[in-house]
């Protein structure tokens, strides 16, 4: 049998960051994440041995130190935790937080604001925080279709989101909009990982 890897294998910089302080905060007493920290059972289960608990809901914290996993949290989430007198450790991957800001200033500056992406998702349901009432997420093509796009309509997408099926529903909303501004928010960790399946699968 031939095994072949791709040369990106392995954790992104948001994942890596996001342990590593997780790890650090450990080491100076009681933490937990809110949610798995990552999207990885093994490694959360390794994390938990090494004092880096977690709880699925703000009221099954059990420590003093709350550490926001690598997806980000909506703004609410992150105001009744500092209410509630948490230490907070925001572990938010920088390319997450970047996409929140777009985010935010899309709100301000757009009349409709379309994330692509997984509405599921926790990375997804903090972008949706901060984009405000008028926001629409759609997974996909066929899903923006059945949307309706009103004066100037803002893009952006989760950051592990394929490209070609946001360049996809970029192309068709060009059609239905007024205007469209696009922010292709996709990280490159996520596009260099992409293309090297690509490759490897021919």
Known sequence: MNITMAKSVGFCFGVKRAIRLSLDAAAEGDVCSLGPLIHNQREVERLCSQGVRWADCMDD???????????GVPPQTMAKLEEKGYRIIDATCPFVKKAQ??????????????????????????????????????????????????????????????????????????????????????????????????AIAK
Not at 61 to 71: D, K
């Open 61 to 71: 914290i059990s420590a003093n130190t709350v550490i926001i996993r690598s997806h």
């Open 101 to 198: 800001q777009i985010a935010a200033f899309s709100r301000e500056n757009a009349d409709t604001v379309v994330i692509v992406g997984d509405k599921h998702h926790p990375e997804v349901i903090g972008l949706m925080g901060v984009s405000g009432e008028n926001v629409v997420v759609v997974n996909d093509l066929e899903a923006a279709k059945k949307e309706t796009y009103r004066g100037v309509t803002a893009v952006l997408s989760q950051t592990t989101q394929s490209l070609k099926e946001f360049e996809r529903v970029v192309e068709y909303i060009k059609t239905q909009a007024e205007q469209v501004i696009v922010n292709n928010t996709i990280c490159k960790a996520t596009e260099e990982r992409q293309n090297e399946v690509a």
